[in-house]
């Protein structure tokens, strides 16, 4: 495994927050004892728990963590291609990491999947391989999850196990396709566009298997008009490649 120095100014760490507050905390601690010299980029979206707060004491403890404070709630996909956005200007970083604040993508994780990270694949945190597993998550979770992801396959033809999961890592070319791209979701369902995308423009991808954990603090973000919002963006991630020829 490759050591934590190699990764100096290398990688940035995009986490899209909405009232985190208690979650983000253990997951910055965690990923500066993981990879000191990450740059970690939070995305939040005007959370009413404190969560900006709490990132700032963050800020004058540890160094390298950068806070963009939005509005109000415009979609964890958003959310990410504005941390990707920042990054890419302001670094010359060569991995963009993204993962959920609530703990399910476990940092401890992370180097594995950094040692499948090279400038030629996306690498991707999946629940579906024979060796991943999901842990406490409700009965219409994993029933909504397997159906986009059956769809999603169906549709779009990507051959990729999980198109859903928001533990990945993108190079810097992937992320100046994305960047260079109008997105027609900015939701959870982005993910899929984003891969999607990538596909389309004969990226390569590297499965990794995950041990996915439901939240054990605050609340998921997955609700009806999420999940509604998620369909209908498959539907029209499919009418926009089909329409596009390139
Ligand atoms: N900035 C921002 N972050 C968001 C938004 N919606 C969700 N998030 C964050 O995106 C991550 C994933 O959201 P979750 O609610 O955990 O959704 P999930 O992990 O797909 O689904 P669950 O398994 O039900 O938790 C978390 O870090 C959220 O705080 C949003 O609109 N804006
Ligand atoms: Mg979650």
Redesign the pocket.
């Known amino acids: 495994m490759k050591s934590a120095k190699l990764y100096k100014n290398k990688i940035v760490i995009v986490?899209?927050?909405?009232?985190?507050k208690e979650?983000i905390k253990k997951l910055i601690s965690s990923l500066i004892k993981l990879i000191s010299n990450a740059l970690i980029i939070v995305?939040?979206?005007n959370?009413q728990d404190g969560t900006n707060t709490e990132v700032k004491k963050l800020q004058q403890r540890y160094k390298n963590i950068h806070l963009i404070e939005?509005k109000g709630?415009?979609?964890?996909g958003?959310?990410v291609m504005a941390g990707f956005l920042y990054a890419f200007n302001q670094t010359k970083a060569e991995m963009f990491v993204e993962?959920?604040?609530?703990l399910?993508h476990n940092p401890t994780e992370l180097p594995k999947l950094i040692a499948k990270a090279d400038n030629d694949v996306v690498v991707i945190g999946s629940r579906y391989l024979s060796k991943s597993r999901i842990y406490g998550?409700p009965i219409q979770?994993r029933i909504f999850s397997k159906f986009a992801n059956s769809l999603i396959h169906r549709l779009l033809k990507i051959p990729i196990h999980d198109c859903?999961?928001?533990y990945r890592i993108y190079n810097r070319n992937a992320v100046s396709v994305l960047l260079e791209h109008t997105f027609i979701t900015?939701?959870?369902i982005l993910l899929s566009e984003s891969i999607a995308l990538l596909h389309k423009k004969h990226f390569k991808f590297v499965e990794v298997s995950t041990i996915?954990v439901?939240?054990k603090v605050?609340?998921?973000?997955?609700g009806t008009n999420?999940v509604i919002q998620s369909f209908i963006g498959i539907f029209r991630i499919k009418q926009q490649f089909d329409n596009k020829t390139n």
Not at 99 to 102: G, T, V
Not at 218 to 222: D, E, M
């Open positions: 986490i899209p927050t909405l009232n985190e979650n995305v939040d979206d959370s939005r709630k415009l979609g964890r958003s959310a993962m959920d604040a609530d399910s998550w979770r859903t999961n928001g900015r939701g959870h996915f439901n939240r605050g609340n998921s973000k997955v999420e």
